[in-house]
DNA sequence: TTTTAGCACTCTCAACTATCGAGTGCTAAT
DNA sequence: ATTAGCACTCGATAGTTGAGAGTGCTAAAA
């Protein structure tokens, strides 16, 4: 139940695809399938032997010639098989991949995994590991938008000279903290008034609701206000211009990335490994996948981004109650079985998200 | 002045070493260095001409062969040069090495960089970049520990359930926070004076003492306190549990390891980079290093771990008043320039200590 | 006794060649 | 529409060769 795929077969992605007769597309399928397997190009007498249909080499070979005219396979060189195009996956992608959803115990498994965890982060850390040790690729989640968190308590405490560390309560025991400079010294007692005012005023509400008010409401009533109030007011924005950026990015398992030849050149690697400890790259790109539904997938440079040029991206979004929290996936090379990725996929984000619904 | 390296050359390291005459030194140390340079063996003819000394190749080569019978170098068949061996690097640092302390200029600008942070988590990042940045090898950084960390407040709010939030504030605005288990559920205010009674109890303490305390004391203690008294006490426990292990390792410039092709094997650089996400190996090693006094360096096999085999590893103290805080380094090939490694992570460890102790 | 020149020798590296095999495109026959 | 046949292309592999760098040894020179 859980884990069936809600996969969408027809969405298009760049624009509209080739139009293939059937018999062309069945030997597509096969010759792709066929190349993740093993990673060499798939040559005619192969793929006549390999596909039901009684059909002599020759006749794959003139087959072969109009799905490479209509740019979905390519040759190497001349005495090479046929590989993949990048076109050439879209297509099997979004039209030709049978989906078979995972084993219930494999769930079953994946779920007792986090049936033992306590932490929101810890959780979001498991599903990383969790996508990169079943796929053997890189997994990636990217942290929930602290949006909809729910204001709960704010602590301040004095620090050195004009140092004020402030610790922000939400939701189900986040804890966020930061140091923030005030212009005037404080005492310890007029902290604790300050934050017993802030906590009063915003427990239940969510951080955008009180990021709203301290925007805009804070102006028109800003004269009624006692200094007290006012100072206190002041330094809960310092406070929340923190929460807002504090989504981030969770990876683990670059190394197996290294186990594919297609990958394997150190200059390749160095970008990728960077671009993981970088993160800004990679958050932007799943940015651009919060809006999508069900599970997503970026084939080799249709990111957009260069360093992920023979990679594919596999993402879904999590979300509780409907509200979208992240996005998480893999990333790999292009020659990935999709096949298995796409429903591990799929299931983590449901998992994730019925793990994160009971807090 | 606070730049200058306190390297102590005569500390051997692997029991005696060999004893060689002053100019089969020079040679070895002529060599080296000019091995570091271009990571290619090194001829007779190239050390002739390069060292001051006036002699034939014919000549070098004898000496080469000393050296090579004493295993400080060898030569990696017949007819390339000779490289030096892990003892031969042993020596040159120990005893043939000469240090100069980096510029003031240099140092001027790394303290500017530490100048303007405030967090000490922000501090030991900021370290750990600057020493991948300058040396371009991997920078290690291990977090404080938090042994001697003075305790300033709890606070304890209730979650669903009986789980607990801690949230414990050491030190100058460090905070570790927890999600703890209870045998039963208690109420906001009743969390709040167990909070209430804690922060009154150790405010001040350092953690090494709180935690005797509540090991120890508590149990003789223990029929006169009443119901609400041990129940934060049990609390604290929980709590004080997490706080020691919490010592952590910071890791940047992997990737800079990439460039040196002696570790262009990607099967050496995937357990390297395991290594550096697992952490515990390389959190042991240095471990090791926290009771050396000034820069200690691992070459090669020295340290015991396989997957150093050909890397080295620089590391020194950072201590505040006497204490040390932690240890941090460089690790990176065994061909590194440790004329130049050395100060530098000399350097970093000061000017760290210099901002750790601002706070 | 130390240093050096000379020389034969070893080994790597790069370039070149030959060969094999896989796979193709095209054409003509079925 | 499909297939067999055939010439052709190209990559991979192995073997060959020559140049270059560096060595160890020996005998002569300092």
């Known amino acids: 139940m859980a884990q069936r795929a809600n996969w969408q077969p027809p969405r298009s992605h760049t624009g509209s695809e080739p139009q293939i007769n059937e018999r062309a597309a069945h030997f597509l399928k096969a ?3 066929r190349y993740i397997r093993d990673g060499q190009p798939v040559g005619s007498r192969t793929l006549s032997r390999d596909t039901g249909l009684d059909l002599s080499p020759a006749t794959v070979r003139n087959v072969m010639a109009d799905l490479e005219d209509m740019g979905l396979v390519s040759s190497p060189h001349t005495s090479a098989g046929r590989v993949p195009t990048v076109l050439g996956y879209r297509v099997f992608v979004d039209s030709l991949l049978t989906i078979s959803p995972l084993e219930e115990v494999d769930v079953a498994q994946l779920r007792a995994e986090f049936a033992s965890i306590d932490e929101v982060t810890a959780l979001l850390d498991t599903a990383s590991r969790m996508l990169s040790g079943v796929t053997q690729l890189a997994g990636v989640v990217m942290l929930p938008r602290h949006e909809r968190d729910v204001f709960r308590q704010i602590e301040l405490l004095p620090l050195t000279g004009t140092r004020v560390l402030a610790i922000l309560v939400t939701g189900e025991g ?3 903290n930061r140091i923030i400079h005030t212009d005037k010294t404080y005492s310890p007692a007029q902290l604790v008034e300050a934050s017993n005012v802030l906590t009063e005023m915003f427990t239940g509400k969510d951080l955008r609701t009180v990021r709203r008010y301290l925007l805009e409401d804070i102006q028109q009533t800003y004269e009624r206000m006692d200094a007290m109030m006012l100072h206190a007011l002041q330094m809960a924005q310092r406070v929340m211009e923190c929460a807002e950026h504090k989504d981030d990015l969770l990876v683990s398992g670059q190394t197996n990335l290294m186990e594919f030849d297609e990958l ?5 690697l160095k970008s990728l490994f ?25 084939i080799g440079n249709e990111s957009g981004y260069e360093l992920l040029d023979d990679c594919s991206l596999v993402t879904t979004t999590y979300r509780v109650e409907g509200e979208v929290l992240g996005v998480l996936g893999v990333i790999g ?8 990725v796409i429903p591990v996929v799929d299931v983590t984000a449901r998992l994730l998200a019925a793990a994160l619904k009971q807090h």
């Open 264 to 268: 394997a050149s150190l200059e390749r």
């Open 174 to 176: 986040e804890v966020h």
């Open 31 to 33: 010759l792709i399938e």
């Open 333 to 340: 090379p292009t020659r990935m079985n999709y096949q298995r």
């Open 274 to 298: 960077n671009a993981f400890t970088e993160k800004r790259e990679i958050l932007h790109l799943l940015d651009r996948c919060i809006e999508a539904d069900g599970v997503q997938i970026f």
